[in-house]
């Protein structure tokens, strides 16, 4: 008897764990618009190979997940420098995370593509340990061809730019 009375307490909280409890604002989405933007990024799936600005062989591998709804960008793969980005659609954008070696998180958004580019700018930061701390702040992603990518990276500290790296990247399955 008791076992019932448990039950029906808890299924009487069940609508009330299943709302959210943050205000979320719902946009109304542009499916053609969603698709224009994530398209060129699933067609990114495979190994992708060039130099390092140090002149040192770099590796991205880039995989689709979540039944295609995020890509995985794997940088270094193996290494102790390893790093990953998400790409995910967010409304009428597509919002990039970024899990730096150096323990922040900075999060991107990209509005548009245009003319082969998807400029991702600062979305917020999370982990940061002090405000003069390194974290990337922009990347712009260049689609040359089929087959060669550019990724024009910014580190900021604060608001003011402190480096900047370019990754040319060619297709290599």
Known sequence: ???????????????????????????????????????????LEGRWEGLDPSGAPHATEFHLSSAGSALREVMFPGSAREMTNMYTLDGNSVLLTHYCAQGNQPHMRATQLEDGRLAFLSDGVSDLEAEDELYMGSMTLVFVDADHIEQHWKALRGDTVDHEVVFELKRVR
């Open 1 to 43: 008897m008791q076992s019932k009375n448990f039950l029906a307490i808890a299924l009487s909280f069940l609508p009330l764990a299943c709302q959210s409890t943050s205000a979320r604002q719902v946009v109304p989405v542009d499916p053609a618009k969603r698709e224009a933007l994530f398209a060129p990024l699933r067609a």
